[in-house]
């Protein structure tokens, strides 16, 4: 089981992977697709992290609490209760994840036009490989 499977899975809480999946999809939806999110996230110091996340290179980590702030504490505690878990908990999975989520989602080095994370969970599901 990949780092993804094992995140999807934590966030999905009793709803496993499945859950979790429907989580990360309302999670982009919620802050704008993917587009919204990255520039979010940009906006809130976190454009070097997020730039390295897109391009080609090695992904820079986030820490929880970098998450946490940059996309306030209501976001995270949203999906924290969605999977059972404490805010602390979900912000840190969603800082491990993000940066191999959006990489994944932007394979040419750039944000493609149509969001991928709006195209349902079978897309969602084959772009992040799991």
């Given at each position: 089981?990949?780092v993804?499977?094992q995140?999807?899975s934590?966030?999905?809480?009793?709803?496993?992977?499945?859950?979790?999946l429907?989580?990360?999809?309302?999670?982009?939806?919620s802050?704008g697709?993917l587009?919204g999110?990255?520039?979010?996230?940009?906006?809130?110091?976190?454009?070097?992290?997020?730039?390295?996340?897109?391009?080609?290179g090695?992904?820079?980590?986030?820490?929880?609490?970098?998450?946490?702030?940059?996309?306030?504490?209501?976001?995270?505690?949203?999906?924290?209760?969605q999977?059972?878990?404490?805010?602390?908990?979900?912000?840190?999975?969603?800082?491990?994840a993000?940066?191999?989520?959006?990489?994944?989602a932007?394979?040419?080095?750039?944000?493609?036009?149509?969001d991928?994370f709006?195209?349902?969970?079978?897309?969602?599901?084959?772009?992040?490989?799991?």
């Amino acid at each position: 089981m990949g780092v993804l499977d094992q995140i999807t899975s934590k966030l999905g809480g009793q709803d496993g992977q499945e859950g979790g999946l429907a989580s990360i999809q309302n999670f982009f939806s919620s802050n704008g697709g993917l587009q919204g999110l990255t520039d979010k996230l940009s906006n809130s110091g976190l454009g070097k992290q997020v730039q390295s996340w897109v391009g080609t290179g090695e992904n820079e980590p986030v820490s929880g609490q970098q998450v946490q702030q940059a996309l306030g504490p209501d976001e995270v505690h949203n999906m924290a209760q969605q999977a059972g878990m404490s805010d602390e908990q979900a912000s840190d999975e969603l800082a491990k994840a993000m940066p191999e989520m959006v990489n994944q989602a932007t394979p040419q080095g750039q944000i493609p036009q149509q969001d991928p994370f709006a195209k349902g969970l079978d897309s969602i599901k084959k772009m992040l490989k799991i």
